[in-house]
């Protein structure tokens, strides 16, 4: 079983669907929860981050962690067409950068106008 | 401030061939961390440098390798190219390579082509 497990899609919905893209884990050491924004041709860029469970909120995104089931979801709403990208699940059990982050291989989103 | 920045941006090379990628961290970065992200394996970390000494490598051949300059830029280089290696290269640097996981920042990342 892999550490970090998120559905490839592709994932494609009307514009101004809301969107749920989730990961599980197996490690229960992990309590550092990130999402990542990979447009094509770039590089990730940070979109939301959590310590330990519970949610959080920014503007259309929400970032929910349940560390019991070992399963965390970034809800996207009123989706436009401009967050068609792939969309990276990360975690790590502390801190730095080390080579402590495992990545999902992320899930393909498509918003059609 | 400027983000990271990789050169180049796109690579054509052939097997058995050797390539050299470059990294400019963020100003005042001094960690830089190295990514490989392909369709099939998804991102995997390479190896980090702080203060021009590897401080952690990950599960990669010896063919690829890395340094740091005394200004914190990188260069990872690797060489007698396999047709596996094709993917891209991702750099990303933090403070001190420390802090939170969310902490470091990624740039847009070399694309390389093995024939």
């Known amino acids: 079983q892999k550490e970090v497990e998120q559905d490839p899609g592709p994932l494609s919905v009307p514009e101004g669907a809301i969107v749920s893209l989730n990961c599980t884990y197996s490690n229960s050491a992990f309590q550092y929860f990130m999402w990542y924004r990979q447009y094509s041709r770039k590089g990730p860029e940070l979109l939301m981050y959590?310590?330990?469970?519970g949610n959080k909120e920014d503007g259309r995104f929400t970032a929910q962690v349940d560390k019991s089931s070992k399963y965390i979801s970034l809800f996207i709403r009123d989706s436009q067409p401009s967050d068609s990208a792939t969309y990276l699940c990360?975690?790590?059990?502390?801190?730095?950068?080390?080579?402590?982050?495992?990545f999902g291989k992320g899930t393909k989103l498509s918003v059609k106008p | 401030k400027a983000g990271v920045t990789q050169t180049p941006r796109y690579l054509i090379k052939t097997r058995g061939q050797q390539v050299t990628l470059s990294c400019s961290p963020i100003s005042g970065h001094r960690s830089v961390s190295w990514y490989q992200q392909t369709p099939g394996q998804g991102l995997q970390f390479l190896f980090e440098y702080f203060s021009e000494t590897q401080r952690n490598k990950g599960n990669f051949p010896g063919r690829f390798s890395g340094r740091q300059f005394s200004n914190s830029r990188s260069e990872m280089n690797v060489s007698t190219l396999e047709l596996g290696d094709s993917a891209l290269y991702l750099c990303?640097?933090?403070?001190?390579?420390?802090?939170?996981?969310?902490?470091?920042?990624f740039g847009p990342g070399t694309r390389l082509t093995v024939l």
């Open positions: 959590t310590y330990s469970s």
């Open positions: 990303a640097s933090s403070g001190d390579g420390q802090g939170a996981p969310w902490e470091q920042f």
């Open positions: 990360a975690m790590s059990g502390r801190r730095g950068s080390q080579g402590n982050l495992i």
